[in-house]
């Protein structure tokens, strides 16, 4: 018996709906797997995330913990600077008051070795107080205080 265009087309929508339901169930299949990876990944990206939010607390500690030393260093430059400035005003006033005792009694001052080296440390006192200043402006600017 020949098989009647209904049954034919019965037959053929039965097979179509069957392939449909197997796309169907294929494409669910494949998002699961997706999904799965998804999940995989964000619990990778959890852990590396983790680790670095602890490293950038850690680094923010340190920071902390630097910022404190860098200002005790600006208070002991600038101690340091003004001691260099002191100490300085003071050698200009003796090479001052040398040069006026040594023109009094007829003698050029720089045949004095000591004069000489106050001069240079004067000199090296000026040289290094913008040093200081220098540094104490670079960290200042740096650590933000």
Known sequence: MKPTP??????LNEMIQSKTELKAE??????????????????NFFGTSNKTVEEAISLDKDFDSI????KQIVKDLNFDSSDIN???DNGNKLTSQFEKAAKELGINPDQNA???RLLKKIEEGYQRDLTIKDWVRATKESFNI
């Open 114 to 116: 000591t004069y000489k």
């Open 67 to 70: 910022k404190v030393k860098a």
């Open 86 to 88: 002191k100490w300085r």
């Open 26 to 43: 294929k494409v669910e299949l494949a998002l699961v797997d997706d999904m799965e990876t998804g999940i995989d990944r964000l619990n």
């Open 6 to 11: 209904e049954q034919i087309l019965s037959a």
